[in-house]
């Protein structure tokens, strides 16, 4: 089912230099410095309970181009909000899905699928409908085999450094127990604030009161609240923590005086019973964002937590979905930002401070050449995040590289990251990058751009070792 020169360049001389460069990096471990796993899978060590639930449910590629072709989202598990009816059986799931296999055709999802279907779970048996219910038993056959469970397969797949995303709020319960257990993995937690420094979340003030009452700090102060925030950073960094990350819908920075920035926070702390018009309050809860955001990375370059910012998504686009389904459901949009406009205030007051790394995503493609890579080419606290999301992909991924190395070279760049729901699809979306970047790199070299020792020092650490620095992983 796998050609073994797959994603790699049609050229054969080409090919034969990436095939190459390949076979150095295949094997490497892997380091996963942001995904969405839950710890509690590593804590508790259980099995995954069924392969539709693990692979169309939860992923939000599946649900999106289903939906674009009207299959309803509770034909593939998803459940209504306050519906307490049990969810469609996975095996119909998984029948659902496979009579649309044809639907992703060329696009990654497929490339990963088959990977995990093939390379990880053994199934040599293509899918489609006529043998939906062949892949479903024998997937989770394999899934109720103890060589399947989180742990062995974290080993098997060679993972080194495996980090988590995790609300400010979360008791970080599972990550306690790993760091007491004696299993030698290393999963950590990744901090991500958004739920408390967000005042148009309709929970707002209520998050503010719980991180009062998790870390004994005052958060009716602005004082108190910072207090708050580096406490909540402390118990992650404790549990192994060296990031953070940030969703913003724009990259907008704001250097208030403590004085303004203490002011602002009263007014967005108090709600909207304070005389504020309506334009008053969007624009005072845009404001706090970009003052939180420079907050934030001020107290990265005190404390030596990575700083994520991933910026350019219309969160929730489709209001009857997320009526029905609430967030995460498949509708959220890239849109446009400006990276040198909003950064000018962050980048002014930090830019050079030594202790500092603020790492750089984006949906925007055209932001590449004409905005990222200069400013990761100067600022020395800039690095950037590879192609994300809707750009996780073969072409996204060239178009990156093609975009941005002439600028801001490979080591203004951290690697890859895997931003996976599924544990099971790691190993699938690191072959993709690192077939990418093979074919990138022995392009270079048939250009004469590079020779062939430095196109395998740079495709290892392309594979692994950026990823490992700009993460401050030891491996």
Same mark, same amino acid.
């Not at 990550?175 to 979340?201: C, M, N, Q």
């Given at each position: ?55 169309? =449910? ?27 009816? !049990? ?72 993972? &080194? %450094? ?8 979360? !008791? ?17 937690? #990744?901090?991500?604030?958004?739920? /408390? ?59 208030? +005086? ?41 107290? =990265? ?19 009857? /979905? ?11 949009? !890239? ?30 493609? =055209? #932001? ?5 890579? !200069? ?10 995040? +590879? ?5 996780? =992909? ?25 931003? $996976? ?18 074919? %990138? ?5 048939? &250009? ?7 196109? $395998? &020092? ?18």
């Amino acid at each position: 089912m796998l050609h073994p020169d797959r994603l790699l360049p049609a050229d054969p001389g080409v090919r034969r230099l990436a095939r190459a460069l390949y076979e150095r990096t295949r094997d490497l471990p892997i380091v996963s410095p942001h995904g969405h796993l839950d710890p509690a899978a590593f804590a508790d060590d259980a099995p995954v309970d069924d392969i539709a639930h693990e692979l169309v =449910s939860r992923d939000h590629y599946v649900l999106r181009m289903l939906h674009s072709q009207g299959v309803p989202l509770e034909a593939l598990g998803r459940r209504p909000l306050g519906d307490d009816a !049990p969810p469609t059986p996975g095996r119909e799931v998984w029948h659902t899905f496979a009579e649309h296999w044809h639907r992703f055709r060329a696009t990654p999802t497929r490339q990963w699928i088959e990977h995990t279907l093939g390379e990880v779970l053994g199934i040599d048996v293509p899918l489609g409908p006529d043998t939906a219910d062949d892949v479903y038993d024998a997937a989770n056959e394999r899934l109720a085999d103890p060589a399947y469970r989180p742990r062995a397969l974290y080993e098997r797949f060679g993972l &080194e %450094f495996l980090a988590t995303t995790d609300a400010a709020l979360d !008791p970080l319960e599972a990550h306690a127990r790993l760091r007491d257990d004696r299993w030698p993995g290393r999963v950590v937690p #990744t901090f991500r604030p958004d739920d /408390v420094v967000d005042p148009d979340r309709p929970d707002f003030a209520a998050n503010l009161d719980r991180l009062a009452d998790l870390t004994g700090e005052d958060t009716g102060s602005w004082d108190g609240y910072l207090a708050a925030l580096r406490a909540r950073r402390a118990a992650f960094a404790d549990l192994g923590a060296t990031a953070t990350d940030h969703g913003p819908a724009t990259p907008t920075t704001v250097d208030a +005086p403590p004085a303004e920035a203490a002011a602002l926070f009263a007014r967005v702390r108090g709600g909207g019973s304070d005389g504020r018009t309506d334009g008053e309050r969007r624009a005072d809860a845009a404001c706090f964002r970009g003052v939180m955001l420079t907050e934030l990375a001020a107290m =990265s370059a005190e404390d030596g937590l990575v700083m994520q910012i991933h910026p350019g998504s219309w969160r929730n686009h489709d209001p009857a /979905v997320h009526r029905r389904f609430g967030p995460d459901a498949g509708a959220d949009i !890239p849109r446009r930002v400006d990276f040198v406009g909003g950064l000018a205030p962050l980048l002014g007051r930090l830019g050079h401070e030594p202790r500092l790394t603020v790492v750089l995503y984006t949906l925007d493609e =055209s #932001t590449y050449s004409r905005e990222l890579a !200069p400013l990761a080419g100067h600022y020395p606290v800039l690095r950037l995040g +590879p192609a994300w999301w809707f750009h996780d =992909s073969p072409e996204g991924m060239r178009r990156f590289r093609r975009l941005v190395t002439e600028t801001a070279g490979f080591h203004n760049t951290v690697g890859f990251n895997d931003d $996976a729901r599924s544990l099971l699809t790691i190993p699938a979306r690191h072959d993709v990058a690192r077939r990418i970047d093979a074919g %990138f790199l022995a392009e270079l070299v048939a &250009e004469h751009r590079l020779d062939e020792a430095e196109a $395998a &020092e740079t495709a290892a650490d392309l594979a692994v070792g950026l990823a490992r620095r700009a993460f401050r992983v030891d491996p």
